[in-house]
Nanobody, 126 residues
């Protein structure tokens, strides 16, 4: 049974930082690219960023580029999202997702990802 469990969300002030973690189990972690998505109230789920199976390539949405960084530790089956210079508009539930892909391609579309976590709330106060 595949499980993705996010943690690290919370309340932070405008300009602050948070690091989210996503622990994967029940799958061969190194066979998956990993993505982060978010969904704000009343809005559709949107792509935040993704990283290849080996951590050699990453890609970000324009709205977070230069502020967010994705990394992974394959020995720990964990992917991270470091979020700096947070803004109130970053407030959302953040989800990690797994895409069975062992090449250099990264995708931004929700349908590409086979497995999803339950999400963790991030709230940025102004």
């Amino acid at each position: 049974q595949v499980q993705l469990v996010e943690s690290g969300g919370g309340l932070v002030q405008d300009g602050g930082s948070l690091r989210l973690s996503c622990l994967a189990s029940g799958l061969t972690f190194t066979s998956y690219a990993m993505g982060w998505f978010r969904q704000a109230p009343g809005k559709e789920r949107e792509f935040v960023g993704a990283i290849t199976w080996d951590g050699g390539n990453d890609h970000y949405a324009d709205s977070v580029k230069g502020r967010f960084t994705i990394s992974r530790d394959n020995a720990k089956n964990t992917v991270y999202l470091q979020m700096d210079s947070l803004k109130p508009e970053d407030t959302a539930v953040y989800y990690c997702a797994a895409d069975y892909r062992r090449n250099t391609e990264l995708f931004t579309t929700i349908d590409t990802y086979e497995y999803w976590g339950q999400g963790t709330q991030v709230t940025v106060s102004s």
